[in-house]
């Protein structure tokens, strides 16, 4: 089993639309929980960072976190073309001087808006 | 204010070749970090450094040597490239190892092994 499942997708959406991208983790311990967004040829960049459970909202992005389930998820309102990208959800391991910092990255799923 | 670089951004070599990344940050992080992307694979974790002179492995730290004598700088080097290293290799510093602390990548350098 994958530390960090992501559907690959593609997930189509339409513009406008709201976007849902799901990750579960297989570490219960784990405490902090991003998501990172990247465009073809890119390097990722950070746009949601979640550490309790509920929901965090920033602009157009919301994250979802619900620990003893072992999901988080991402949801972006209004979508827009410029959206299309690869998500990647990411999990801090539990902290430990041999885990310290290591994050474990899902595979990402790639979401098109479509116009 | 560069942030985090990385050269070359493009590298073609051939099986056997030692190759060295570099990566750079301006940022004084006290975390540095290696990953190599891959089709299906996502990001995984080559090695990792808290500090000048302090590295250890990742998840597939087979193949690469690390050093860190520089707080700045943390080279990743190939020692003998094969064509399973053919990848996109992604520098990323954090400035703690606290839980909440964001990771900041590089461009990344696509390495074709040949």
């Known amino acids: 089993q994958k530390e960090v499942e992501q559907n690959s997708g593609p997930l189509s959406v339409p513009e406008g639309a709201i976007a849902s991208l799901n990750c579960t983790y297989s570490?219960?311990?784990?405490?902090?929980f991003f998501w990172y967004r990247q465009y073809s040829g890119k390097s990722p960049e950070l746009i949601m960072s979640?550490?309790?459970?509920g929901d965090k909202e920033d602009g157009r992005f919301t994250a979802q976190l619900n620990k003893a389930s072992q999901y988080v998820s991402l949801l972006i309102r209004d979508s827009q073309p410029s959206d299309s990208a690869t998500y990647l959800c990411?999990?801090?391991?539990?902290?430990?001087?041999?885990?310290?910092?290591?994050?474990?990255f899902g595979s990402g799923t790639r979401l098109s808006i479509r116009p | 204010d560069a942030g985090i670089t990385q050269s070359p951004r493009y590298k073609i070599t051939e099986t056997g070749r030692q190759v060295t990344l570099m990566c750079h940050q301006t940022?004084?992080?006290?975390?540095m970090f290696w990953y190599r992307q891959d089709l299906g694979h996502g990001l995984r974790l080559i090695y990792y450094?808290?500090?000048?002179?302090?590295?250890d492995k990742g998840e597939v730290p087979d193949g690469y040597v690390v050093s860190r004598s520089k707080t700045e700088n943390f080279p990743l080097t190939l020692e003998s490239a094969t064509r399973s290293q053919t990848s996109v290799y992604f520098c990323?510093?954090?400035?703690?190892?606290?839980?909440?602390?964001?990771?900041?990548f590089g461009p990344g350098t696509r390495l074709t092994v040949l």
């Open positions: 570490d219960r311990g784990s405490q902090s």
């Open positions: 990411a999990v801090r391991a539990t902290p430990g001087y041999s885990s310290a910092s290591k994050i474990i």
């Open positions: 979640i550490y309790s459970n």
């Open positions: 940022w004084s992080h006290s975390y």
């Open positions: 450094s808290a500090a000048a002179d302090i590295t």
């Open positions: 990323a510093s954090s400035e703690s190892g606290d839980s909440t602390d964001t990771q900041y």
